[in-house]
């Protein structure tokens, strides 16, 4: 079955320590985002990559870290410098570059800071 | 910078009712337009999408959309609601230029189905 794994599903942190969120996806795409998404709010850009090796900041990356080492994983690090962590966290991924390409999204991964 | 209205952040529907949901967006140009559905606690799930060839596109579980230039929407119905169609619905729009990656999301409606 081709598709997106993210894993935990649910992560606890305490303050002050970074985590890795994972995102795999076997649906050989290029691209790949990630997006936190917090009640109300819709879904906000953390960081996409086009092309592995290469990745851009989102509108609310402070605090965030990315790698994109192989084309299968987007692998996402949130930091202690991050303050408000406890979110939705969804990674997607798409065929590039045209603009009609749907993303396609994983299961998520709730993360709660204790 | 892109951004997508959705009026209504909770919208109720007895079962069998008309379902619309409202998007608007903000563009100089033809873009890309998506609805997404989430189930609680799950990612999201494409519905239909608008890639400028017929403006009537037809998605899965009997939803469809109209895309209205002139009034800068991308409406989401569907004639009759069923108890599973209960979810949080996104539209999405991005960009029509070259190398344009990125989504622009609403906030999100909530719909609630009556039985």
């Known amino acids: 079955d081709g598709g997106i794994t993210q894993s935990p599903k649910y992560l606890f942190r305490k303050e002050g320590q970074n985590v890795t969120l994972s995102c795999e996806q076997n649906l050989n795409h290029d691209a790949m985002y990630w997006y936190r998404q917090d009640p109300g709010q819709g879904l906000r850009l953390i960081y996409y990559?086009?092309?592995?090796?290469?990745?851009q900041k989102g509108d609310i990356a402070e605090g965030y870290s990315v790698s994109r080492e192989k084309k299968e994983s987007f692998p996402l690090t949130v930091t202690s410098a991050q303050k408000n962590p406890t979110a939705f966290y969804l990674c997607a991924s798409s065929m590039g570059p045209s603009g009609g390409n749907e993303q396609f999204f994983g299961p998520g991964t709730r993360l709660t800071v204790l | 910078a892109q951004s997508v209205t959705q009026l209504g952040s909770h919208v109720s529907v007895s079962e069998g009712a008309l379902v619309l949901l409202r998007c608007n967006y903000s563009s100089s140009v033809p873009p890309y337009l998506f609805w997404y559905v989430q189930y609680p606690n799950q990612g999201l799930q494409l519905l239909l999408k608008y890639t400028s060839a017929a403006t009537l596109v037809k998605g899965i579980n009997g939803f469809e959309a109209e895309f209205k230039k002139s009034e800068t929407s991308f409406h989401l119905t569907k004639p009759s609601a069923h108890m599973s169609d209960a979810a949080e619905y996104f539209c999405a729009v991005r960009d029509s230029g070259a190398g344009s990656y990125q989504l622009t999301f609403g906030k999100g409606t909530k719909l609630s189905v009556i039985p």
């Open positions: 990559s086009q092309i592995v090796n290469d990745f």
